[in-house]
């Protein structure tokens, strides 16, 4: 399809002008009984910072739907959305931390978003309700960033290969289907969970990226530890049997666990994600519940200096190893000179939206600032996620969500 840029570029601008246009208009006709619930690290509308009630909300005015979402960290309101624990969390009766105490959930439980106080999400399943902290918790990129592509090609045929060679028993196979009908999106979608607070970083990169006529396609967030022990195992087997697949893996100055952890990583934790770059051709507009979001309908994904997944020293940034957790040490190496212009571009994005680079990998980031914040307390991704458990976004619920 013949490229759009100018096109693309004035299609951003106007649907921006128009957001900046209605949101006026919004503020202006609002009170302070009319405001919708506040997302982020506001209290809801109508409660104190107890979670009591304390105003009626007037859910009268009319409001011209679809609607762009003007408030909150996403493209469309968290209220509804898919979410999981990370760790071990209790489920609080109310939003405090002295509040009863309804049970413990498991790490990997799923449920929906029903609301927002503070630092607790109001959550509920089949099974129970209540208010978790949501400095834990995992939400579903795509119910609340659906512009980005999702391809989670371990769902249906993995693209894990080192030094291009297949990994036997790994490459071009579902090791980890993560697919589910997705009643928010109300289509087939890949199940992408990852940490609320990294979640409002990739939207950051988004925005970026489509500022510049981009966009990111996101191959993995979360990985389940068996997994990832998986594909250490197998590489090792194969290091071992090919000289060729150890010198990709173990050339100095490299070590396999720059290219598959073999303790608890940053993708276990929900803080990092393995993600290219595509050039839009067609940008649009789609409709979800009561809101409306940008599409990317056509796109052509760029050529990087090697493909997604290649676990050797090929698919390097930088000239040697540093510590992922390093905030400035990475910005004076020396870039790998077979770097792309479209890997450096996804850097930038990345980079700017708060995230560090992995030394040994293009295509993987890590939010050091959730990693600093979760520490120990962290998860380990001994578990699995297959479903989603959301609801289609609509105007009313979210105008009256305490």
């Known amino acids: 399809m013949k490229k759009q840029k100018p096109f693309l570029n004035g299609l951003i601008i106007i649907l921006l002008f128009s957001i900046v246009i209605v949101s006026i208009v ?33 859910t009268n005015v009319e409001h011209e739907l679809p609607m762009w979402h003007l408030d909150g960290p996403f493209e469309l309101p968290i209220i509804g959305a898919a979410g999981y624990t990370s760790v071990t ?36 399943s089949e099974s129970f309700k209540g208010w978790i902290e949501h400095r834990f918790a995992f939400i579903n990129l795509p119910d609340v960033v659906p512009s980005i592509l999702y391809n989670h090609t371990n769902s249906y045929a993995s693209r894990f290969q080192t030094s291009y060679m297949d990994i036997p028993e790994l490459t071009g ?58 594909v ?26 720059w290219f598959i952890n073999m303790n608890v990583s940053n993708h276990q934790r929900g803080l990092s994600l393995d993600v290219s770059l595509a050039e839009v051709e067609e940008l649009t507009d789609q409709t979800i519940g009561d809101f409306k979001a940008l599409k990317v309908k056509e796109f052509k994904e760029y050529t990087m200096h090697t493909p997604i997944h290649e676990l050797s020293d090929e698919s390097a940034v ?29 850097q930038d994005y990345m980079v700017e939206a708060g995230f560090n680079p992995l ?13 600093e914040d979760l520490g120990k307390d962290a998860g380990n991704g001994k578990f699995f996620i297959h479903e989603t458990i959301n609801s289609v976004p609509r105007w009313k619920e979210i105008s009256t969500a305490q």
């Not at 209790?90 to 927002?116: R, S, W």
């Open 173 to 230: 196979e579902p090791l980890n289907p993560m697919v589910d009908y997705n009643k928010r999106l109300e289509k087939e979608e890949y199940v992408m969970p990852i940490l609320y607070q990294t979640a409002k970083k990739v939207f950051h990169a988004q925005q970026l990226a489509l500022q510049n006529g981009d966009t990111l396609v996101i191959y993995e967030t979360f990985r389940p530890r068996e997994l990832q022990l998986l």
């Open 89 to 124: 969390q209790p489920l609080f009766e109310e939003p405090e931390a002295d509040a009863k105490v309804l049970q413990e959930l498991k790490p990997g439980t799923p449920f929906e978003i029903k609301g927002e106080s503070g630092k607790y999400w109001s959550i509920e």
């Open 359 to 371: 030394a040994s990998e293009w295509w993987h980031f890590n939010d050091v600032d959730a990693l």
């Open 232 to 257: 250490n195992e197998s590489m090792e087997k194969l290091a071992e049997e090919n000289e060729e697949v150890a010198e990709g893996i173990t050339g100095e100055p490299w070590s396999i666990t």
């Open 318 to 346: 930088f000239n040697r190893p540093i510590a992922s957790a390093d905030r400035e040490g990475w910005k004076k190496l020396e870039i790998n000179p077979e770097m792309t212009q479209p890997a450096l571009k996804l």
């Open 26 to 58: 919004l503020y202006l006709q609002r009170t302070p009984a009319d405001d919708p619930s506040r997302q982020g690290s506001e209290t809801p509308l109508g409660q104190t910072e107890d979670g009591d009630s304390n105003e009626e909300v007037n």
